[in-house]
């Protein structure tokens, strides 16, 4: 599987539209050049740093913005992990990523579990998820999680418990921890012996700087690749056999202690 990470900027001058414009480009762009999956930012739209301006830019996942990614997967004919919006619902807003078929078809939407405290308006603005996600792409069963939940590996253990090989990490990480993001990203690679690919943001927006450094490891936690901070477009290629011949090899998930 050929996977495009788009490491898009964020610029808390720039308006939305524009933004979404550049987004659109970038993903039939990497459609042509032969990705199989492209995947974007964390709440690249509004900006995660932007809360004053959630409310104005949520809307549910079949909304003009949802509806205009899934033609735009259809169009482009790739799977689309559409990074995260604020998405409305009838009891609260979320922070939720979607995922598309090449058909435009919306196989999974994954609300953040774990929000951000920290000087963060995240946790007041909205509301958490419940649900672990996993999703069939392209014979890979990919598991879907958001920044912050990289932190808490019971997650990523639960992913792996619902058949997860690939975790995909949409995020707005910023500088000050990007060496925790690094560290956090091969960990999660090496402690479930399942490939790792996140997708980070750059750009400033407000008070706060996007660290960039998406970046890929395979089953042995091994680096694929690294951006730097600029905006750009991470490629890299998961093979399947390789993450189930690792688990054969060196099968140390069968020696989990369960009920701990």
């Known amino acids: 599987m050929r996977i495009a990470a788009i490491q898009l900027s964020v610029d808390g001058d720039e308006p939305g539209a524009l933004r979404a414009e550049r987004a659109h480009a970038a993903i039939h762009a990497e459609a042509r050049g032969g990705a199989d999956l492209v995947v974007l930012p964390e709440m690249w739209l509004p900006g995660f740093f932007g809360f004053q301006d959630y409310p104005a830019f949520a809307e549910p996942l079949d909304g003009p913005e949802g509806s205009t990614l899934s033609r735009i997967a259809a169009d482009a004919g790739?799977?689309?992990c559409a990074g995260s919006m604020v998405e409305k619902a009838a009891d609260g807003l979320y922070n939720t990523t979607v995922l598309f078929r090449p058909t435009g078809?919306?196989?999974?939407?994954?609300r953040k579990m774990h929000l951000y405290g920290y000087g963060s308006a995240e946790q007041a603005t909205l509301s958490p998820g419940t649900e672990v996600v996993t999703a069939a792409v392209d014979g890979l069963t990919i598991g879907l999680s958001t920044c912050y939940d990289l932190r808490f590996p019971e997650l990523y253990r639960a992913m792996v418990?619902?058949?997860a090989e690939?975790?995909?990490i949409v995020a707005a990480w910023p500088f000050p921890r990007v060496d925790a993001w690094r560290c956090l990203a091969r960990a999660r690679a090496i402690e479930n012996q399942a490939a790792v690919v996140g997708c980070n943001s750059a750009g400033r927006q407000g008070a706060g700087t996007y660290a960039g450094s998406s970046?890929?490891?395979n089953a042995w936690g091994t680096p694929l690749g690294e951006?730097?901070?600029r905006p750009g477009v991470l490629h890299v290629d998961i093979d399947a056999a390789h993450i189930r011949a690792a688990r054969e090899d060196f099968p140390a998930l069968r020696d989990r202690v369960l009920g701990m």
């Not at 078809?105 to 994954?110: F, L, P, V």
């Open 78 to 80: 790739v799977y689309l």
């Open 105 to 110: 078809e919306c196989i999974a939407s994954y």
């Open 161 to 163: 418990d619902r058949g």
């Open 166 to 168: 690939l975790f995909v």
């Open 215 to 217: 970046c890929a490891f």
């Open 227 to 229: 951006l730097d901070d």
